[in-house]
């Protein structure tokens, strides 16, 4: 059975870290581009970044670029966000997703349409 499971939200004050992870089962993830993706009250769920399979290449949403950090450790069959400076616009349920159909380009990482797999969510908020 094919399954993601997010964890490491909480709640963090302004320009505080939090290190969220994606672990996955039924499935290697390595062999699948995998996204995160955040949705604030009231909001659209919007992409925030994105591992390739086929490189490893990594994007960002402008909004995080900088400060937030997407890697994989296929040991664990996990793949991390590393958040920093994170401020309260950071607010949102975060998900990870996986392209298990391989529809994912360079171009169009953020289209939630192309992830077949989505994790339950874990919060993050961000408030002091």
């Known amino acids: 059975q094919v399954q993601l499971v997010e964890s490491g939200g909480g709640l963090v004050q302004p320009g505080g870290s939090l290190r969220l992870s994606c672990a996955a089962s039924?499935?290697?993830?390595?062999?699948?581009?995998i996204g995160w993706f955040r949705q604030a009250p009231g909001k659209e769920r919007e992409g925030v970044s994105c591992i390739s399979s086929s490189d490893g290449r990594t994007y960002y949403a402008d909004s995080v670029k900088g400060r937030f950090t997407i890697s994989r450790d296929n040991a664990k069959n996990t793949v991390y966000l590393q958040m920093n400076s994170l401020n309260p616009e950071d607010t949102a349920v975060y998900y990870c997703?996986?392209?298990?159909?391989?529809?994912?380009?360079?171009?169009?990482?953020?289209?939630?349409?192309?992830?077949?797999?989505w994790g339950q969510g874990t919060q993050v908020t961000v408030s002091s």
């Open positions: 997703a996986a392209d298990i159909r391989e529809d994912v380009r360079y171009w169009n990482w953020p289209a939630t349409h192309l992830y077949d797999y």
């Open positions: 039924g499935f290697t993830l390595d062999y699948y581009t």
